[in-house]
């Protein structure tokens, strides 16, 4: 089992995690597993997988009344084939090479938004970011920017219904296929189970917080987290060896 310390350590930093994605829609990933890897590496990368079930569905369930419903059918529709994509990428190119050119084209795409770029929400783009984001979330489980760039001129509501009603079949499909495989153990649902309860901390913060984050200062934040996600992918692959 874990020492106290780390326990504690990881609490902390899974409820942070939790209540960043229940008030931006996304960035449960890019804070927790980095940070947990150095803290102790047997507290990822399954067990957020597992804990991100009932985050994305709760953040789905909570303002389904905003869920964008038919845009998340577009995106699923578009991450199928981007996950594919993904697979064969990683069979042909380096991952040191593929985290290279995310994180370039995440930073690009968070410079163009930031200095006035508008996209519209069609079903082609939808599509498309679907596609990059399973491009993305399969070769360097950076699925998220792309579809919080899309939907960041949306009201936070349908922004965090959308992304997380997605997220909740992605979690579903790469849990399905990792039992398949033999990949979730024991420790990793023991794990799983013992940061639980911070996960509905930082959902129960992220309902306060998230009446706070709205209109410009969520536009900022989904940049804001969306960078981070990249030059976190530019450090890896600096400092790969």
């Known amino acids: 089992m874990y020492p106290p310390a780390v326990l504690i350590g990881a609490l902390v930093v899974t409820a942070v995690a939790s209540a960043l994605q229940g008030t931006v829609g996304f960035g449960f990933a890019v804070i927790s597993v980095p940070i947990l890897a150095l803290l102790y590496p047997g507290l990822t990368p399954i067990p957020q997988i597992l804990l991100a079930g009932p985050l994305t569905f709760s953040m789905a369930l909570r303002e389904r009344r905003q869920l964008d419903l038919s845009g998340a059918g577009w995106i699923v529709a578009g991450r199928l084939p981007g996950a594919a994509i993904g697979a064969l990428l990683l069979a042909t190119v380096t991952r040191q090479a593929l985290d290279g050119v995310i994180a370039i084209v995440v930073l690009a795409a968070v410079v163009a938004l930031a200095a006035g770029l508008t996209v519209r929400l069609t079903p082609l783009n939808k599509f ?52 398949i495989v033999g990949q979730i153990h024991r420790q990793d649902i023991v794990t799983a189970l013992l940061l639980a309860p911070a996960v509905a901390v930082g959902l129960f913060v992220s309902r306060y917080l998230k009446g706070r984050v709205e209109g410009a200062t969520l536009r900022r934040g989904i940049l804001v987290v969306s960078a981070l996600a990249a030059i976190g992918l530019a450090v890896r692959t600096l400092f790969s060896p």
């Open 128 to 179: 498309a970011a679907g596609v990059v984001s399973g491009i993305t979330g399969t070769t360097s489980a950076i699925g998220g920017p792309p579809l919080a760039l899309i939907y960041r001129n949306e009201e936070g509501g349908t922004l965090r219904s959308s992304l997380g009603a997605i997220f909740t079949i992605g979690v579903i499909i790469n849990v399905t296929t990792l039992t």
